[in-house]
T-cell receptor, first 114, second 114 residues
Framework: DVKVTQSSRYLVKRTGEKVFLECVQD?????MFWYRQDPGLGLRLIYF???????EKGDIPEGYSVSREKKERFSLILESASTNQTSMYLC?????????????FGPGTRLTVL | KQEVTQIPAALSVPEGENLVLNCSFT??????LQWFRQDPGKGLTSLLL?????REQTSGRLNASLDKSSGRSTLYIAASQPGDSATYLC?????????????FGTGTRLQVML
């Protein structure tokens, strides 16, 4: 079974702090994604990566950056956390295009910024 | 721009009832459609994936259909159980573009009552 893990289930940070959210997958997937989920807005794509050191902006990249130094690990960075970044953050991975492309999700990180 | 709509937003049914959840999308140029389940405060679990060339997929008590030309998919749940209570999301992957980007609906929150 594919396993996608996220470093924390719950996180509380203060405004202005630098925040790192880590995601690891164990199936050698090329593609990895970071979403945020908010009530009434659904899932929105922040950033994705289709290979090591490769990244592309999603629909809402402002205030975020990402790092992918190893294939299995994709990090989301909040350079200076703000209260409007309080949300549920979900990581996902999928094999490269041309295959079944089923997307697998981690358990999520509930981030609260005070 | 692809838009995905799920109606109803919430549904409450008695145990044992058969039910249908609806998903519609505006751009029929899709590669596949995926149905997910999300329990409160948790990540997404993939239920079924239908490729654009397929009409339906089945897994246990779940059956998903796809009518690409009309931009619709349905998720049929037979003999519903309280354990089926969750939010159900559909997501479409476009035929073109990079890295399996998905567009999600906002979900249908299902409650199955004893």
């Amino acid at each position: 079974d594919v396993k996608v893990t996220q470093s924390s289930r719950y996180l509380v940070k203060r405004t202005g702090e630098k925040v790192f959210l880590e995601c690891v997958q164990d199936m050698d997937h090329e593609n990895m994604f970071w979403y945020r989920q908010d009530p009434g807005l659904g899932l929105r794509l922040i950033y994705f990566s289709y290979d090591v050191k490769m990244k592309e902006k999603g629909d809402i990249p402002e205030g975020y950056s990402v790092s992918r130094e190893k294939k299995e690990r994709f990090s989301l960075i909040l350079e200076s956390a703000s209260t409007n970044q309080t949300s549920m953050y979900l990581c996902a991975s999928t094999p490269p295009s041309g295959g079944l492309n089923e997307q697998f999700f981690g358990p999520g990180t509930r981030l609260t910024v005070l | 721009k692809q838009e995905v709509t799920q109606i109803p937003a919430a549904l409450s049914v008695p145990e044992g009832e058969n039910l249908v959840l609806n998903c519609s999308f505006t751009d029929s140029a899709i590669y596949n459609l995926q149905w997910f389940r999300q329990d409160p405060g948790k990540g997404l679990t993939s239920l079924l994936l239908i490729q654009s060339s397929q009409r339906e997929q089945t897994s246990g008590r779940l059956n998903a259909s796809l009518d690409k030309s009309s931009g619709r998919s349905t998720l049929y749940i037979a003999a519903s159980q309280p354990g089926d209570s969750a939010t159900y999301l559909c997501a479409v992957r476009p035929r073109t573009g990079t890295a399996s980007k998905l567009t999600f609906g906002t979900g249908t929150r299902l409650q199955v009552m004893l």
